[in-house]
């Protein structure tokens, strides 16, 4: 059973920067996609980037250019760094994995993905 972990949320300023790491446990780097998502109360969980086994990312529109999604295999962590936030990125964020090898459904197919991180807040304010 893949297992997932995250930390690094916390509060920022609008137009700060957050790291969120995701520690990844049983699980083969080569063939599975990993991803993020976020959810505010009330909403349904949005996806916000993937990244593939051979590195190939995917964002979600509302953060392309501001969120970057990268892996360190060697370590089992994925990482998501925020930049120049927004009070609308307030979350709480999720890393996610499913086995496959090419992601082929992008950022909007994370909320699909088998198995889930418990969450970490993510706090903008002005």
């Known amino acids: 059973q893949v297992q997932l972990s995250e930390s690094g949320g916390g509060s920022a300023h609008t137009g700060g920067s957050l790291r969120l790491s995701c520690r990844v446990s049983?699980?083969?780097?080569?063939?599975?996609?990993l991803g993020w998502a976020r959810q505010v109360p009330g909403n349904d969980r949005e996806g916000v980037g993937i990244?593939?086994?051979?590195?190939?990312?995917n964002y979600a529109d509302s953060v392309e250019g501001r969120f970057t999604i990268s892996r360190d295999n060697a370590k089992r962590t994925l990482y998501l760094q925020m930049t120049n936030l927004e009070p609308e990125d307030t979350a709480m964020y999720f890393c996610?994995?499913?086995?496959?090898?090419?992601?082929?459904?992008?950022?909007?197919?994370?909320?699909?993905?088998?198995?889930w991180g418990q969450g970490t807040q993510v706090t903008v304010g002005s």
């Open positions: 996610a994995a499913k086995p496959g090898m090419y992601c082929n459904s992008g950022a909007r197919g994370v909320p699909q993905y088998n198995f």
């Open positions: 049983r699980y083969n780097p080569n063939s599975y996609c």
């Open positions: 990244i593939a086994p051979d590195g190939v990312t």
